[in-house]
C-alpha cells in the first residue's frame, strides 16, 4: 500500500460565488445573533398577548433567516465582488437603523429626549435611507415602497401580533385619534397609506404609458 493512499486528501475550500451577497448574509446572520442576545432576557409571551421581547425577537429570526438565503446564495449565484473603497452601502444602512431607533419611540439622551413620530413616519425613513445603499436607488419606486410595506408592518404587528406600535407622531395621533381604539386608528392608518401606494402606482403607471 502507498503512503500517501492512506492519509485523506484536503478538500479546497469554495471561494463565493457573490462575495457582496456573501457578506451581506454574515452580517445579517451577525446582526440578528447581537439582536437575539440583547432581548434574550425579555418575556416573548404568547400570540394572543404578547410580551415586550416578542417584536425584537421576531424580526431576528427574520433577519436571520433572511442572512442564511443570502449567505447561501453567495456561493450557488454568480454575484458582484465587493466594491473597493465605497463606504455608501454601510453608512445607508448604519443611518437606517438609527434612523429608525431614534424616531419609532421617544429615547433620552441626558437632558435630550427624541419625540415619538411613530411607524408612519419611521418606517418610511428607513426604509428610505437604506434603500439609498443602493448606487441605483431612485425616489419613485422607494416612496412607493415605503407606502405598501409600512402600512403593512403596521397590521402585521399591531393588529395580528398586538403589539402596541406607535402609529404616528404623539401630537397628530392626540389631536386625530383622541376618541379612536388604537386597532381603529392603526387600520383607518394603514388603509390611508395603502390607498395613497395606490394612487401613486396608478398615476405613475399613466404617466409612463403616454
Not at 31 to 36: H, K, Q, S, V
Not at 75 to 103: D, H, M
Not at 197 to 210: I, M
Request: aromatic share 8%.
Amino acid at each position: 500500500m502507498h503512503p500517501s493512499s492512506a492519509v485523506p486528501r484536503a478538500v479546497p475550500l469554495r471561494a463565493p460565488a457573490a462575495p457582496q451577497t456573501f457578506v451581506a448574509g454574515l452580517v445579517l446572520l451577525a446582526l440578528a445573533g447581537i439582536a437575539f442576545w440583547l432581548t434574550a432576557d425579555l418575556p416573548r409571551g404568547s400570540l394572543r398577548s404578547a410580551g415586550p421581547g416578542m417584536l425584537p425577537q421576531a424580526l431576528a429570526v427574520l433577519i436571520a433567516l433572511c442572512g442564511a438565503v443570502l449567505t447561501v446564495s453567495g456561493f450557488l449565484v454568480r454575484g458582484e465582488a465587493i466594491p473597493k473603497g465605497s463606504l455608501r452601502g454601510p453608512v445607508c444602512i448604519s443611518l437606517a437603523i438609527a434612523g429608525f431607533a431614534l424616531t419609532i419611540k421617544p429615547m433620552s439622551f441626558g437632558a435630550l429626549t427624541t419625540p415619538e413620530l411613530g411607524l408612519a413616519v419611521a418606517g418610511p425613513l428607513a426604509i428610505f435611507l437604506g434603500g439609498y445603499a443602493a448606487p441605483g436607488a431612485r425616489f419613485k419606486p422607494l416612496l412607493l415602497l415605503a407606502l405598501t410595506l409600512t402600512p403593512l408592518c403596521m397590521l402585521l404587528f399591531g393588529d395580528m401580533l398586538n403589539l402596541p406600535i406607535p402609529l404616528l407622531p404623539q401630537f397628530l395621533a392626540e389631536n386625530l385619534f383622541a376618541d379612536w381604539s388604537y386597532k381603529g386608528a392603526l387600520r383607518l392608518t394603514a388603509a390611508a397609506l395603502l390607498a395613497t401606494a395606490l394612487a401613486l402606482f396608478l398615476l405613475t403607471r399613466t404617466r409612463g404609458g403616454r
